[in-house]
């Protein structure tokens, strides 16, 4: 008789594409993984995954057999939440990640509301700065801010953002401040190293233009951006959400340069397969109250 864990551990190796993906996946050691796929193996007589040093790839039986266990765990994951939602309630596990500003400065004490209005959840947050592979990684759902390119997943607006450029009075004396994009080109400049050359976009009338700094540091965090910013070493291009008291210290301040910068959406994504998912839909809805249409998008009073 086939145990439904062997076939968790099984269908998150394929879609993983590694034991330890799976393990993370299922906050299970690589060993309790690997132990369950060979048992797997050996309750259906047929080899599932060809096994390498470099890799692991599905056998044809494997494919098969993914494609049939896939269904099987979907269909007992919407069983599950039309039972939470008959009782009036969202329970059992739940993993997302989210970035590590965003998540530290206001997304923890929204879900701190979630889970005491929701006990029966068990939140894992990974708190992350790259564009984690929500499909390979085997999140439930991700909280991003930015653009979104990845057609096979669900994306819920949470709220919108507003980008400011800011640099340090001390900066402002010794290098000028610019008033033009023309004269931001030749200015140091902060730059989130996720995103693309290091860029900076602008509206300009119906139109885009683009200007690129001289690099100074680039760095995956938006709170080290902002904090390097204040310390004189350059301009950032900073959402609004990180800025509040370094404008009222005025540790930083804003620019203007006759032209506003391209803002973005701060987003939930998850999985067509739970689309129906009681705790994604419960999460969502609270997630859009806590973070309102455009909460972001209005600069911090100075």
């Known amino acids: 008789m086939l145990k439904l ?9 394929a879609e993983g ?7 993370r996946r299922l906050e299970l050691s690589k060993s309790v993984i690997s132990d369950r796929l060979t048992e797997l193996e050996r309750s259906l007589g047929s080899k599932l995954i060809h096994r390498t040093t470099r890799r692991l790839s599905l056998t044809d039986d494997g494919t098969l ?17 039309e039972l939470s939602a008959r009782r009036g309630s969202v329970a059992g596990p739940l993993r997302i990640s989210a970035p590590v500003g965003f998540g530290c400065l ?8 979630f889970l005491s209005a929701n006990p029966g959840i068990e939140l894992t947050l990974e708190l992350d700065d790259r564009f984690v592979n929500l499909l390979a990684e ?6 991003r801010h930015g653009p979104v390119d990845d057609k096979r997943i669900i994306v819920k607006r949470l709220t919108t953002t507003r ?18 994009l023309a004269e931001l080109e030749h200015h140091r400049g902060v730059i989130y190293s996720y995103r693309g050359a290091g860029d900076w976009r602008f509206r300009v009338g119906r139109k885009f233009a683009t200007v690129r700094p001289n690099i100074v540091l680039r760095v995956n965090n938006g709170v080290l951006m902002r904090d ?14 990180f800025l509040e008291e370094s404008l009222k210290s ?11 910068a391209q803002g973005a959406m701060i987003y939930i994504a998850y999985p067509e397969h739970l689309r129906a998912s009681a705790k994604i839909r419960a999460l969502t809805a609270w997630l859009q109250k806590s973070f309102p249409a455009a909460a972001f998008s209005v600069a911090p009073q100075m």
């Open 65 to 81: 057999f993914y494609e049939r266990a896939k269904g099987i765990l979907r269909d007992i994951e919407s069983a599950a939440a």
């Open 138 to 143: 085997g999140y439930d759902a991700v909280i």
């Open 106 to 113: 206001h997304l923890g004490p929204a879900l701190f509301g």
């Open 17 to 23: 594409g590694s034991l330890t993906v799976a393990a």
């Open 228 to 241: 390097a910013a204040a310390a004189g070493l350059g301009i950032a291009l900073l959402p609004t959400f």
């Open 250 to 260: 005025r540790a930083l301040r804003i620019l203007e340069v006759a032209a506003e």
């Open 5 to 13: 864990e062997y076939v968790q551990a099984f269908a998150a190796i």
């Open 163 to 180: 980008r400011v450029l800011v640099a340090a009075p001390e900066y402002l004396r010794r290098y000028g401040t610019p008033k033009s």
